[in-house]
């Protein structure tokens, strides 16, 4: 499944010797830097409407392999599901891939690219691509981090944007400030089950 | 159609030194554990084959461009950015454009693209699987940057592709007139800083700061931190020799990590800025010779509303100290192709006062505000925790503003102070620092305010006429700043700078609205500009345009229409 380098950095390395020598390299994977991306804020709501499942998992593995065309390093994500949100998750395990990531000394990124580690727990907007693939919905902004409070248990909700930022008020007021999510597990289930899921569009 | 050679006027100016490695700006770092930046290698002995050419950056644009613009003024915007980034002397890094695209992905395939996506945020590569399409909902761009992480090439950025979001975001050319629009130029310019290899700013002022709001068109030209960042990672020939640099050890009980340093020059003015690494060190490059004063405080909590936080930087920007107090100024003479080393000292315990919005009364963000010359009156402010509810809390930094009142209140649940300020006709231009203070603290806006020329007026009026020539163009350097004035006989709505050698003329950037009939701007020095070298000559150009964008270069001594970054009159 995963290729040594791109067709682009394999005409490197036929040109560069010193790509000869990269192509060679095997790294590990690794939190790499994020690039800017300006988001809005997409409250809970609107990011149920464009998902599939919403569903809060456990990371299980995390890996970098290339796409079928060597073209582009993905990260494959595979997520034990502890509960569906909305939606149907099709079973207790989900794949999810994200374009990005770090394999054979190459590395795309972008801000608001979404980042996992095994064993951490989340809640993720996801929207199905073929079989049991999904892909996060509107970036990082999809993934919330769930923390456990050590005095009551309490399960808190914690956004990591990843580089990306969320927009300020225009000085025409075009833009609301940064919208403030659900600061809990319990308050995100209230709020998903409060909405009326609107037929959701399609998307390719 | 034209005319324009206001005038051409010519400066000489002699010196140079040796100089140091070039560090300054927040680059774009190989991974979250190596604080390598990124660049585009320009050497066609190990240039990425297809993208760089040439020693330059082709990038090419998808021809469909924005759905909501049908007059190819789209594709000429995206293009006016790149343009604006090659017009920066002093810099390496040259853009050109390619043949245009009729597809695009964000794939590493050789090509720069730049595109919108219409009909579905889904960003689909066109192969086998599903596995590398991306959605970008609520992204009104996105930059996806390729580089190498190990070998030889470590740190080279070997292909890029800019994305922008037409399915829920609708763009323009003219955001004077469309308001709720966003600008594609300026949001271009960001992205593409980005493609360069430069992370977010905490410049508020900076292009590479990271909010934009819809309607803006004030980040069409790049601050002094930008091109400083630009020069660092890109540094031309005579850049080394012309500027200065100053570095350090920001250190508290032991050294500081990600504290912010930045260094305003003698009109209050924000000419770079740095962070300091994990062993707290910290540069400050591209500093124009002269009188700066340093500053350093922490980055601002993690979480909620905030001019710049941790989550605004890339990861190898985490885990930062916060955990110190702002320093006052300190004064530091920048040289000409030396490294001034100066050390900072902060005290530790946690700031007792922060920024968190800013803005003309009633328009708070989280993101910079302007003022205008000759304003009078106008009520700015600012709020956060531990901002006092009385007295004098508030100050810009530079000369040229007036303070006649104050008022107190409460903004977003934080205290907020607002103060009145009259702007003189002659201020400095660019960007001030908005300084809070408390009884036991101090916190800046890093370039929070920016002043601006007043805004042009009425319709765009006729292309400027007139023949081909000079018209005189006086040239005068007053303290760091260089002075141009001339005669507006055509009453050129604005003007645009040239600066070079004869023959390499390049934009200085952004347009200069007219000021009246004598028509003026400062430059402010080496922070726009490399000066020339040792016995070289260097001329500067002013060209009129109209409020539409029109205008040109004029015409040669042959009466031959110029073209833009072309020639200069000869």
Redesign the interface.
Known sequence: MSRSC????R??AK??P??S??AL?I?GL?????????????SVETLAD?SDVVARGRVDSVEVVW???A??P?T?VEVEVLETLEGNAGGRRLIV????G?RD????????RPRFSPGEEVVLFL?R??GR?F?????A??RLEVHREAATGRALLRR??????L?????????G??AAGPADLEALRQRLRARSRPPRPA?? | MNRPCGGLGRLTLLLLVPLADLRAATP??????DPAPITWNLTA??A???IVEDGQVVFRLHDAGSDDIDDGRDLEAVENAFRTWNGVTGSALRFTRGADLSAAT?????EFPVFWTE????L??G???????????????????????????HGEI??ANIAFNGV??SWTTDPGAQ??RYDIES?AL??I??ALGL??SPVAAAT?F???????SLSRSLSSDDLAGLRRLYPGDNTPANRGIVSGLLTGDAPIFGGLVWALDSAGRVAAHGMSDSEGRFTLAGLPPGPVTLYAQPISAAG??ALFQE??????WRGLNRDFQATSGVAVEAQRGTTVVQDLEVSPGPSPIDVRLL??AG?????P?FLRRGETGVWIGAAGPGLPASGTPLALTGPGLTITGWSFGTV?GFPSAQMRVSVAADAPLGPRDLVLTSAGGRIAAIGGVEILFPASSGPPGPVPAGGPGSRPLAVEQVGPAIDLSWDDTDRATAYRLWHGTLGSLRALGGDHAVEGRLCHISVPDASLFDLPGAGESHYFLVSAWNAAGEGSLGGDSAGTERLAGAQACP
Do not use: K, W
Not at chain 1, 6 to 9: A, D, K, M, S, V
Not at chain 2, 28 to 33: C, Q, R, Y
Not at chain 2, 106 to 110: H, I, N, R, S, W
Not at chain 2, 311 to 316: E, F, I
């Open positions: 791109t067709p682009q950095i005409r490197y040109e560069s010193r790509a020598i990269l390299l790294l690794f939190c790499l830097p994020a690039f800017g991306t300006l988001l809005r804020p997409l464009l796409n079928d065309s073209t582009m993905v494959r891939t994200v374009p990005g770090e000394g190459i590395a795309l990124d972008y801000g608001g929207q691509r073929g693939g892909i996060p919905v509107g970036l902004q999809g990591d944007l990843a580089g990306a930022v927009m300020e008020r225009d000085e025409r007021g075009d833009e400030p940064v998307q390719p | 774009s770092t190989v991974s979250a554990t002995a190990s990425v084959p297809g964000v794939l590493a395939d050789g009909g579905s945020t889904v689909t590569q192969t086998a699987s599903p596995d590398d399409d991306v959605n970008i909902a609520g992204a009104l761009a996105v930059a996806f940057v390729y580089r190498m992480t190990s070998g030889p090439a070997v292909d829920e975001y308001p709720t949001v960001h992205e800083g980005h992370d977010h590479l990271p909010r934009v709001g819809a309607g803006r909620g509303i989550a605004n930087l890339g990861p190898y803005g003309r328009t708070y963000s989280n993101g505000t977003a």
